[in-house]
């Protein structure tokens, strides 16, 4: 069990579920070919109206994904700490039913099988609720992946909206933007604009559903 949350919450800060593959038009609708030219810093040629970001550090960066990391880890811990209540309940009435047999303390041979019944009955609880919580980890991560993939989408639209460019890549450590210029590179802009929008990071202080972007 262990072993699986932490794979799930190695993958939070990833997101690799979140593809920003967004193609953006100028706020006149022109067809192709005709956006809006710019021209980047220490560079006086016209260049592509191209942008991208870097996943990788846009995650770690942006309130809002700390907001649910933090979110996952307090659900895992929660689910952990409940585990391990239930593991420590099962060994105690196992070993307190294994002394018992060896000192020959119960009545009849019945009574030992009721108690082995209830012990078989208690592990089997340990680990449906082991299943169930990683299977509701699983489904509550995917949720909000899909959340920050939303607000992400939903703040870049906006973002584009005075910038002009016609298409915005991402760019992480596996996908197929092999080499990019780093002029064309809006992370960090990006990054400043999502945390003016959505502000500090709350995980520490609200819940999940409170978390939400500013409109």
Known sequence: ????YSYLINGVLAVAIIVLFILFFTKNGQGSGSGKNLTFANDSSITLPVAYVNVDSLLPNYNFAKDLNESLMRREESSRAALNQKERE???????????????AFLSEERAKQEQQRIVKMQEDYQTTAQRLAQEF???QQKLNLQLNDTIKTQLAIFNSTKGFQIIL????SDNILYA??????????????NKKYGPA????TTTTEAAPKK
């Open 181 to 194: 210029n780093e002029k064309y590179n809006i992370t960090d802009e990006v990054i400043e604009y999502l």
């Open 1 to 4: 069990m262990k072993n699986n």
């Open 138 to 140: 699983a489904l509550e």
């Open 170 to 173: 991402s760019n992480t450590s």
């Open 202 to 205: 709350t995980a520490a202080t």
């Open 90 to 104: 099962f060994n105690a009435a196992a070993q307190e039913f294994q002394r018992k047999l060896q000192n020959n």
